[in-house]
């Protein structure tokens, strides 16, 4: 789909910030709770803030890049 955004795509522009799971999920087109699991098993690479589950964007672009 020609209108569709991937990471790939986003994450030159993106500034130097933190993802939320909701946010992220919305990028790679999956439920928030598949982006919950997969940072609870290690999957993807995320990192708490306090109580939440953040996700660098450069983190994880390389991560889907290793893929």
């Known amino acids: 789909m020609a209108d569709q955004r991937d990471l790939y795509d986003v994450e030159p522009v993106m500034p130097a910030t933190q993802l939320a799971a909701t946010q992220l999920a919305s ?3 999956v439920s928030r709770i598949v982006i919950y699991k ?3 098993r290690g999957r993807i690479p ?3 803030v306090g109580t939440c589950v953040r996700f660098d964007p450069r983190a994880v672009a390389n991560w889907l890049r290793s893929q």
């Open 38 to 40: 997969l940072a609870q």
């Open 27 to 29: 990028v790679l087109a």
């Open 46 to 48: 995320s990192f708490r």
